[in-house]
C-alpha cells in the first residue's frame, strides 16, 4: 500500500473507540498520507485533539467556530481537499446527521460540502446499531454513495455483546487504499459465491441448519466485486444484509443450491462456494406442524443423503474455471481438507479449523489454510474481508496461469 502524498479528511466522533482512530492516523501517516483531523465536541472528551495534532503533525479542527490558523483548516477548503473523507468513529448521532443533511458542527459541515467518497466506520451499542432508525439512515446513506465499513461484533466497552464494533484500523487504512488506488484485476471476469446456510424443513415451522452467517461468502463479494468481478451470489440463510451491486440468488435448501449451481456454474470464471450445506435432508417434509406423540420419549426421523454439490460442480468442470471450495472442520483439519480437494475435483480448499477462537461461523475474523495441489498457505487470524482478498489473489494466480 502507499498513500504518498494522498490528502485524507478523517472526522473522530464521540466514542470510545475514537482512541482506536489515533492509530488509524499513525497507520495512514506511515504510509505516506497527508491527514487532516476533525473531532467533534464529544470526540475530545473521549482523546484530546494534541492527540491527533501530534499523530497528523496537522492542526485539527474541533468546532466551526474556531479561528483558521491555516487557509486549510476553513471547512470548505477541508471539503475540497479531501481525497477521501472517513468518519471513524461515527456514532450514531453524526449518521442522522448525515441521513438529514443537518450541518450544525465544523464535521457535519465539511462532509456536508465535500465531493469526495465518504468511508464511515460506524460503531455504537448493538441496540443503537440496530435501531430502526439507524439502520434507515445508514441505508439512505448508502443509496447515495455513502461508503460504509463494519461494524464488526463483539465485546462493547458498554459490556453488551453484539453488532456495534468499530472495524479495526488496519481494515479501515485497506478500505481506504481500495478507494485511492482500485485495484481492478478482476475486470471482466464473472465470479459466483455461496453464502449462508441452507436449511432443510422438517414442516412448516421446524427445520435442519447451522451457524452461518453469511460473513464469509459476503466478505469474497465485496472484495470481488470491488476488484472488478461480475458477481453472483446464491445465498441461503445469512444474518447480515446482502451487499450491494451483485447479483443475489435466494435458495432455502441444498436442493435449491444444487438447481441455483447447475443453472448458473456454466458461464462463471471462478466459483466458491463457501456457503454451509446440510449433507442431509429429512426424507418427508410434513405439510402440517408435527405433533408430540403421547408416551413416546424417543423420537427417530429419517434423513436421505443430499446432493455434494462442490462435486456435481467439479463434475461439470469447463476448462480454464477455477474451483474453489471450503472445509470446516473441527477435527485432522488438513487431511480432511486435501481429501475434499481431490474428492470435489477443486483446484483449491480453504481449510478453516472452526473450533479455534475467531475463526469459522458467524465471527468477523477467520484463520485458515489455502491448499492448492502445489501447496499450503496458513493465513494467520485476520478479517473475513482481508483473507477474502487472499482468497481472491490466490484464484486470479490460478486463474492466469490455467491461461
Ligand atoms: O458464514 P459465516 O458465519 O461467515 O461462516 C463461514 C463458514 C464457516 C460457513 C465458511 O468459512 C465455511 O467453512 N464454509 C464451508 C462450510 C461447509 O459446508 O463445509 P464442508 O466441509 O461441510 O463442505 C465442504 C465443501 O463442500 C464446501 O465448499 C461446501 O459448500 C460444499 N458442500 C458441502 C455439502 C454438500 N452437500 N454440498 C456441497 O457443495
Known amino acids: 500500500m502507499n498513500l504518498t502524498g494522498r490528502e485524507i479528511v478523517l472526522g473522530v ?6 482512541y482506536k482512530s489515533a492509530a488509524l492516523v499513525s497507520r495512514l501517516r506511515h504510509l505516506g498520507a497527508n491527514v487532516h483531523v476533525i473531532m467533534t465536541r464529544n470526540a475530545t472528551e473521549f482523546v484530546s485533539a494534541l492527540t491527533f495534532q501530534t499523530l497528523s503533525a496537522n492542526p485539527v479542527v474541533t468546532d466551526t467556530f474556531q479561528a483558521p490558523e491555516y487557509w486549510n483548516v476553513e471547512h470548505v477548503a477541508l471539503a475540497k481537499l479531501a481525497e477521501v473523507f472517513v468518519i471513524a468513529p461515527a456514532t450514531a448521532n453524526i449518521i442522522a446527521k448525515m441521513a438529514c443533511g443537518i450541518a450544525d458542527d465544523m464535521l457535519s459541515t465539511t462532509v456536508l460540502a465535500t465531493k469526495a467518497p465518504v468511508l464511515l466506520a460506524p460503531a455504537m451499542n448493538t441496540g443503537m446499531w440496530t435501531a430502526a432508525a439507524t439502520q434507515e439512515n445508514i441505508r439512505k446513506l448508502k443509496d447515495r454513495g455513502i461508503l460504509t465499513i463494519g461494524p464488526g ?13 468499530m472495524s479495526e484500523p488496519e481494515d479501515i487504512v485497506k478500505a481506504v487504499d481500495g478507494i485511492l488506488n482500485p485495484r481492478k484485476d478482476l475486470q471482466g471476469l464473472r465470479v459466483l459465491i455461496t453464502a449462508g446456510a441452507t436449511r432443510e424443513r422438517l414442516d412448516p415451522v421446524r427445520f435442519l441448519t447451522n451457524d452461518s452467517s453469511g460473513k464469509m461468502g459476503f466478505a469474497l463479494a465485496e472484495a470481488a466485486r470491488d476488484r472488478g468481478a461480475e458477481v453472483t451470489v446464491i445465498c441461503g440463510n445469512v444474518s447480515v444484509p446482502v451487499p450491494d451491486g451483485v447479483r443475489t440468488i435466494r435458495i432455502e435448501s441444498a436442493m435449491d443450491l444444487y438447481e441455483a449451481m447447475m443453472q448458473n456454474c456454466g458461464d ?6 463457501a456457503a454451509a450445506v446440510a449433507d442431509y435432508r429429512f426424507k418427508e417434509i410434513r405439510k402440517e406442524k408435527m405433533k408430540k406423540q403421547a408416551g413416546e420419549t424417543c423420537l427417530t ?3 436421505v443423503e443430499n446432493p455434494d454439490i462442490a462435486k456435481a460442480t467439479g463434475e461439470r468442470k469447463l476448462s480454464g474455471q477455477i474451483l474453489i471450495g471450503f472445509a470446516a472442520e473441527t477435527e485432522h483439519l488438513l487431511e480432511n ?3 475434499k480437494l481431490a474428492k470435489k475435483n477443486l483446484d ?5 479449523d472452526v473450533t479455534r477462537e475467531g475463526a469459522g461461523f458467524n465471527v468477523d475474523t477467520n484463520i485458515a489454510t489455502l491448499i492448492t495441489r502445489e501447496g499450503q498457505t496458513e493465513m494467520p487470524l485476520q478479517s473475513k474481508r ?15 496461469a490455467e491461461d
Not at 461484533?153 to 464494533?165: H, Y
Not at 462463471?268 to 462456494?273: E, G, K, M, P, S
Not at 483449491?348 to 478453516?352: D, G, P, Q, S
Open 337 to 339: 481438507a486435501e481429501k
Open 268 to 273: 462463471q470464471q471462478i466459483i466458491i462456494q
Open 301 to 303: 426421523l429419517e434423513l
Open 348 to 352: 483449491m480448499i480453504v481449510a478453516n
Open 386 to 400: 482481508s483473507l477474502a482478498e487472499a482468497i481472491l489473489d490466490k484464484a486470479l494466480e490460478l486463474y492466469s
Open 13 to 18: 466522533t464521540g466514542g470510545i473507540a475514537a
Open 153 to 165: 461484533s463483539g465485546m462493547l466497552a458498554c459490556g453488551d455483546s453484539g453488532d456495534g464494533r
